[in-house]
């Protein structure tokens, strides 16, 4: 793993990730339709790494940071089968932020253990973030009416976490600038520490 090379995936290699790869690595409930990720990526408001080790894929990161947004969105992150359990994850969550020139921060939504299907995989989820050195906001998203997640934010280089209250903002403003108004006011929900609701925009 010492030849490991970051590069943007074209929409054939992305296709080729999303059913080889993100099919297996994510239930249906939580993977986008291919069709959205690939008009995503076509408009300029999402990107995808592939991290490969020689010519071999051996993770992947698909971004969003729509035209105009001062954060990038981390979408989905998985690192390939072989390679998990290695340390390999961690590292290339470490150098993210690296890779994601001019963002103030990287967002992170992981999902709520107490409203998780599988609550022990939740928790390990925000375990892992919170060795990676993402630091939890203390919000919570409701998205689309069902799915809840914490709010998580990654530092850029050389820069200080991102305050809660901006970071919620910044997500928020990502989402108005992917889906319009006034969808993204009807089906994101973002919630103080105190579980009082917040209109950021």
Not at 51 to 61: I, P, R
Not at 95 to 101: H, V
Not at 127 to 145: H, I, N, P, Q
């Amino acid at each position: 793993m010492n030849t490991l090379t970051w590069r943007l995936l074209t929409a054939e290699e992305l296709t080729r990730v999303y059913l080889n790869e993100m099919r297996r690595d994510f239930p249906p409930t939580e993977l986008k339709p291919l069709s959205m990720v690939l008009n995503s990526e076509a408009v300029g408001d999402s990107h995808t790494w592939g991290v490969y080790d020689g010519e071999t894929l051996v993770a992947y990161l698909l971004m969003v940071r729509p035209r105009g947004a001062t954060v990038s969105q981390l979408d989905y992150f998985a690192v390939l089968p072989a390679c998990r359990a290695s340390g390999l994850g961690a590292k290339l969550l470490a150098a993210l932020p690296g890779k994601e020139a001019g963002a103030d921060a990287i967002l992170i939504e992981a999902e709520l253990p107490e409203k998780a299907d599988d609550p022990a995989m939740a928790v390990r989820r925000l375990g892992f973030y919170a060795r990676c050195g993402a630091v939890d906001t203390g919000w919570t998203e409701k998205l689309f009416g069902a799915s809840w997640f914490r709010v998580l934010t990654l530092a850029a280089p050389g820069q200080q976490p991102m305050g809660a209250e901006d970071a919620c903002r910044a997500l928020a403003d990502c989402y108005r600038r992917v889906i319009g108004e006034p969808k993204w006011r009807q089906y994101i929900e973002l919630y103080r520490p105190d579980g009082t609701t917040a209109q950021l925009l």
